[in-house]
Nanobody, 127 residues
Framework: QVKLVESGGGLVQAGGSLRLSCAVS????????MAWFRQAPGKERDFVAA????????YYADSVKGRFTISRDNAKNTVYLQMNSLKLEDTAVYYC????????????????????WGRGTQVTVSS
């Protein structure tokens, strides 16, 4: 059974930084495309960033380009989301997701691609 556990969320002032981690167990992490999604109160779950199994493909939502960086460490079965220059509108629950299959380009943006999900970690940005 594949399990994803997010950590690193919290309360931060606007302009600050946070680093989210997602530890994966029970599967072949190095084969999974990985992604981060987020859901703000009253809104749908939105794509944030994705990374291919090799780390060679990186994809970002326009709203976070230049501020967020996704990375992975296949030796540690962990994917990260470095979030800089945080804005009030970044406040959301952030979810980590893993896909059994392959993705490329806009395929990686689609939540339906992802088979496994974590429970989420809250990120709150204050003014």
């Amino acid at each position: 059974q594949v399990k994803l556990v997010e950590s690193g969320g919290g309360l931060v002032q606007a302009g600050g930084s946070l680093r989210l981690s997602c530890a994966v167990s029970g599967g072949i992490f190095s084969s999974y495309p990985m992604a981060w999604f987020r859901q703000a109160p009253g809104k749908e779950r939105d794509f944030v960033a994705a990374i291919t199994w090799s780390g060679g493909g990186l994809y970002y939502a326009d709203s976070v380009k230049g501020r967020f960086t996704i990375s992975r460490d296949n030796a540690k079965n962990t994917v990260y989301l470095q979030m800089n220059s945080l804005k009030l509108e970044d406040t959301a629950v952030y979810y980590c997701a893993a896909a059994r299959g392959y993705c490329s380009g806009y395929q990686c943006y689609d939540s339906a691609l992802y088979n496994y999900w974590g429970r989420g970690t809250q990120v709150t940005v204050s003014s």
